[in-house]
């Protein structure tokens, strides 16, 4: 074929190539086989291996190449992608009603399914995807554009080449993938992923975009937040209720921007209802109630829109909630099941988890065989006996609970459960102290214990070990190669290629993450201990405050409980932590194969902040939310999320809210006198980086 034939062939076979796509996966009207599908693909890929030059970045080969990434790189958002506001009743979506109309008078709406996935922006420059993102913090998100372009249902050009035009949208696992991929995953001996939605997103955050692709990803899209159909424009500038007037382009309500964004081959969920009543939005609501289950996806509640552009921006935001948009949410499906037993999971702490064994039920849309019971209060309080009728739910559509028991139901077979004296895993006394609601094993070499304990250890928020999961940390201990957290890093490579299923780059990969974590931060080290009381925040403060573990270690209660934050039972937990000589061994350990157990810098003599409370509202130019916090955390201050009487000083950026108000309202009404408001370029000064 020569060069000239073969580039018009490789044009058509693209065009074709993308509208079959389209068809399949946004239209879900396919008028082709599959066979047909893979025979152009497959006569592209030829063409194209003959002809590299005939190659470009939106070919439909393109979507998988190059080498696994490292890590994410981040992106801003052209406009903050907020979060929704919730409603749980028709009371409450009567009540946005009001204060919508309040403030603009009449006003329709557009309801929409409220897709259970991932959130994501798309950014296209000239026609072309160029940038995918996380929503992050909503300010700033990772960087997935090598992940994004895998899902076959987003195209990777537009058919007019708009010069800029930014999206946001849902990216979300089919329930029939997701069954597949937990069915593939059991089959491995791996954990199971606990929903969809948890399924889409850890798809999307793969390093290795050949897996992302392998999970048959879908995607909805419902939002325009950036349109420049002007090539002179500057990106960023979202088009204003003025532009929109005169310019073709731009639609001027979110029905329009729905068929915008359909037009350009972006999929658009078909259930959409334009209402002009808050009771079309409630009826609307209450008929996908019933009809949710019967969707090849999940979705948990209906996303409620003011229809007008233009009246959106006259009702603002507020620091995280558009007040133009509202999230029924729907209420937990409850289902009747029998309780067929009632087992013990020993947990890293030794606390005795009680759960409950059901007869397997359908409720919101899976097979629900068990329930967590929580403790010993809640089983007495509920009266929950083995056999007995119960109602159970899940919470938030995704936990089951045991919400009741039916004892109209019992016919005297029913057994109240007994707890055991002795640890069902190492056969310790189990005790239940005074003041707690948990019973506890308190053997100290318990392999329950020491299992939960490693995985806590290697988490994410912990020492964040890739590749050390609960399947890979349970070969670890059967074969005999750890006992505790210390001796993981003295783990060989001949020993773990021995492993089932422990092949030679595995080895490698778990070794080399294993060695990265070392230079982890000390607040990671600190809550991978599993200190008990100590979270994620408190070993941070801890980090910033003693600067090293040999510090820590040689506090006492009274020096702990002068922090800000360590109350008693804190202190007292982490002294008699690290007064057992079995801890001490392996923090030895730990040293001795050069985990670093000092914070970066040494110790932040700079407390400067150290007592005071703070509250972030609004967008901040020069940081991200977490950013400041950190910032705040690292002199000592606290952040909360409320502002109060206990409150020093409120920092505001752009676009703020309530939270502002309150502030002000403290101030005048002399509750707060001494509270501050910080304007970005105050708060700068005080942590020292103006």
Request: hydrophobic share 40%.
């Amino acid at each position: 074929m020569a060069p000239v034939e073969a580039g018009k062939r490789a044009g058509m076979l693209k065009e074709s190539i993308r509208e079959h796509n389209y068809r399949y996966y946004v239209l879900d009207d396919p008028i082709i086989s599959d066979q047909e599908y893979d025979l152009m693909m497959r006569e592209l890929q030829e063409i194209e291996e003959a002809f590299p030059e005939l190659i470009t970045p939106d070919s439909p080969t393109q979507r998988v190449g190059g080498e696994p990434l490292t890590a994410f790189g981040t992106v801003r958002h052209p406009v903050p992608l907020l979060s929704l506001g919730n409603a749980f009743s028709d009371a409450e979506l009567q009540d946005f009603d009001r204060r919508v109309r309040d403030q603009v008078g009449t006003a329709e709406y557009v309801a929409e399914l409220k897709i259970d996935g991932l959130s994501v922006a798309l950014t296209y420059r000239d026609g072309k995807l160029t940038t995918g993102a996380t929503r992050g913090d909503g300010v700033v998100g990772e960087d997935i554009t090598a992940n994004i372009r895998t899902v076959r249902a987003i195209p990777l050009s537009l058919p007019r080449r708009l010069p800029l035009m930014a999206v946001r949208g849902e990216v979300y696992m089919p329930k029939k993938a997701f069954d597949r991929l937990n069915d593939g995953r059991e089959n491995a001996g791996e954990p199971l992923l606990a929903n969809p939605r948890n399924a889409a997103a850890g798809s999307m955050r793969q390093l290795d975009p050949r897996v992302t692709a392998s999970r048959a990803l879908g995607a909805f899209f419902y939002s325009v937040l950036d349109l420049n159909p002007d090539a002179g424009a500057e990106p960023g500038q979202r088009t204003t209720a003025g532009d929109r007037e005169n310019d073709s382009d731009a639609p001027q309500t979110q029905a329009a921007a729905l068929e915008l964004l359909q037009e350009l081959g972006l999929p658009v969920n078909p259930h959409r209802r334009l209402c002009v009543s808050i009771a079309e939005v409630i009826e609307f609501c209450e008929e996908w109630q019933d009809k949710r289950h019967s969707l090849p996806y999940e979705i948990d509640g209906i996303v409620v829109k003011v229809n007008s552009l233009a009246q959106q921006e006259r009702l603002g935001t507020t620091s995280k909630n558009p007040r133009w948009a509202i999230a029924y949410k729907f209420p937990a499906e409850r289902v009747i099941t029998t309780v067929r037993d009632i087992v013990l999971r020993v947990g890293r702490t030794g606390v005795l988890t009680p759960t409950a064994i059901l007869e397997p039920v359908r409720v919101a849309g899976s097979t629900v065989s068990r329930a967590t019971l929580h403790n010993e209060d809640m089983i007495d309080e509920k009266d929950i006996r083995i056999g007995d009728t119960v109602v159970i739910q899940k919470a938030g559509d995704v936990i089951p609970e045991v919400v009741g028991v039916l004892p109209e139901k019992r016919g005297g077979h029913e057994t109240p459960f007994t707890w055991p004296a002795s640890c069902p895993e190492c056969g310790a006394e189990v005790v239940r102290l005074p003041g707690e609601a948990a019973r506890r094993c308190t053997g100290l070499g318990c392999p329950a214990q020491l299992r939960e304990g490693i995985i806590h250890f290697a988490s994410r928020d912990a020492m964040d070990i890739e590749g050390l999961g609960p399947a890979v940390i349970g070969l670890l201990l059967d074969a005999g190669l750890i006992r505790d957290v210390g001796d993981l890093y003295y783990l060989k490579f001949e020993d773990l290629v021995r492993l089932e299923r422990m092949g030679a780059k595995s080895a490698d990969n778990l070794l080399a993450a294993l060695n990265q974590s070392k230079d982890n931060n000390l607040g990671q080290l600190i809550f991978g201990l599993g200190i008990r009381l100590v979270g994620s925040r408190a070993a941070k403060i801890l980090a910033g405050y003693f600067g090293s573990l040999d510090r820590l270690m040689a506090a006492s209660v009274e020096e702990l409980t002068a922090i800000p934050e360590i109350g008693p039972k804190m202190a007292e937990s982490i002294v008699g932590f690290f007064r057992q000589e079995g801890n001490r061994k392996v923090l030895n350990k730990l040293v001795a194969a050069g985990v670093k157990t000092v914070e970066a810098g040494g110790r932040k003599e700079n407390q400067t902040l150290a007592g005071k409370a703070f509250v972030i509202t609004g967008t901040l130019d020069s940081m991200s939310r977490k950013e400041a916090q950190t910032a705040i955390e690292e002199l000592g201050g606290t952040v909360s999320s409320s502002v109060g009487k206990k409150t020093d000083y409120v920092v505001v950026g752009a676009e703020p809210g309530s939270k502002y108000d309150r502030a002000l309202e403290l101030i005048n009404s002399k509750e707060n006198p001494s509270l501050q408001i910080l304007a970005e370029r105050e708060y700068l000064a005080l942590i020292g980086r103006s």
